[in-house]
């Protein structure tokens, strides 16, 4: 009868990180950075107000269209589930 031989144990795995060089970033941080990064601009951000009466009737028909139609239907869905 032949002796069985016993099996090597395995190798475990490395658990220590990599000892690679870590790539260095796009831009290096200058501490002594006198100058923003960003320039200014001198864009006009004045927000100017429209006059009084310049909406579309007919948008101003339409939205309230659209709000009374939603305060009909959700008393009527509403009334509907109160009765049931």
């Known amino acids: ?3 069985p031989t016993p099996t090597p144990t395995p ?3 490395p658990t220590s990180a990599p000892t690679a060089v870590p790539t260095p970033y796009a831009e290096q941080i200058d501490p ?3 100058a923003p990064s960003i320039p200014a601009t001198s864009s006009n951000t ?3 107000p429209h006059p009084n009466g310049s909406g579309s009737p007919l948008l101003e028909l339409a939205l309230l269209g659209i709000v009374v139609f ?3 239907a ?3 869905f509403f009334l509907f589930f109160r009765i049931r």
């Open 11 to 13: 190798v475990p795995p």
């Open 74 to 76: 959700g008393t009527s």
């Open 1 to 3: 009868v032949p002796t």
């Open 32 to 34: 002594n950075q006198t």
């Open 70 to 72: 939603a305060v009909i």
């Open 46 to 48: 004045t927000v100017t």
